[in-house]
């Protein structure tokens, strides 16, 4: 149901005191707000079937969100379709695949995006030295353990992965890489998109609203309050009964038609922050 004006103005005053209460508590027990993209490129369903088990134990454990969950494609080509860069953040490649092998496949990748972590699998060493030619990260010679999953993942050094979290503008060269942690919100002007960072940098891009917008709303931590903004959760000080105030003092207002929902995601991103999850 919706709420009255007077109603709203209540909750956002209990969550901004409740926001007060816990913040030593985030600062002691969270880390930044990340998610990884990942995808595993694998042509036999068992071992694709046993990374994505591995992979869902070391987020549990290290309580980093897959969000979107892993893809599964059974062959390079396939996988090669519709990968563009900045698409992911970690690659599982099987080597022997059928077809496109791994090593092309990561030849082709390494064309697009020369920023992603690879991780070869395989049931051999023989492509071992070749790896380093395309920048692998690690090498995992089936049948692994988890152990030996959980240092690979630790070698790819994940904390730092998560930050570089990035798209890459349709159109743009690969210099114009947009790490999407360090926006504070982004806004539509004519024709354009100015991204607001949160160092207090702006940078305009030539890109439709409706054409950027997603890119960000693919990750759990933008949210578009009002039409033509998209804020990130990340930046936000307090939730004021008809905007968001930022921690540089902007006020960002929100649609009266979609305050409920952006009022749910908020809450959705703070109590996951407190719980040191999502």
């Not at 707000?33 to 490129?41: D, G, N, Y």
């Not at 070749?130 to 050094?157: G, I, Q, R």
């Amino acid at each position: 149901p919706m709420c009255s004006y007077g109603q709203r103005s209540m909750c956002a005053d209990l969550l901004n005191r409740y926001i007060e209460l816990h913040r030593h508590l985030m600062s002691i027990f969270m880390e930044d707000f990340v998610t990884m993209r990942i995808a595993i490129i694998e042509d036999h369903s068992d071992d694709a079937a046993i990374l994505l088990h591995f992979l869902a134990q070391w987020s549990e454990k290290q309580q980093i969100p897959l969000a979107p969950q892993p893809e599964c494609f059974s062959s390079g080509e396939e996988f090669l379709t519709t990968f563009s860069g900045g698409s992911y953040d970690l690659l599982f490649l099987d080597i022997y695949l059928k077809d496109l092998n791994g090593m092309e496949t990561a030849r082709r990748i390494r064309e697009m995006d020369p920023d992603c972590k690879i991780i070869f699998t395989t049931s051999s060493t023989e492509f071992a030295v070749e790896s380093y030619d395309v920048n692998a990260s690690w090498y995992l010679v089936k049948p692994f353990s988890y152990e030996t999953f959980a240092k690979a993942m630790s070698h790819c050094e994940t904390e730092a992965l998560e930050q570089q979290q990035s798209i890459f503008l349709p159109g743009e060269a690969l210099q114009n890489r947009i790490y999407l942690h360090q926006i504070s919100y982004a806004e539509q002007q004519g024709r354009y998109i100015l991204i607001h960072y949160l160092d207090g940098n702006c940078q305009k891009y030539a890109i439709r609203h409706g054409d950027f917008a997603p890119l960000l709303l693919a990750y759990p931590y933008f949210c578009d309050c009002i039409r033509g903004i998209v804020v990130n959760f990340e930046a936000v000080d307090s939730l004021m009964r008809d905007r968001f105030l930022l921690k540089d003092g902007t006020s960002i207002p929100i649609s009266r038609l979609k305050y409920e929902k952006v009022r749910e995601a908020f809450l959705s991103f703070f109590y996951s922050r407190t719980r040191g999850g999502l």
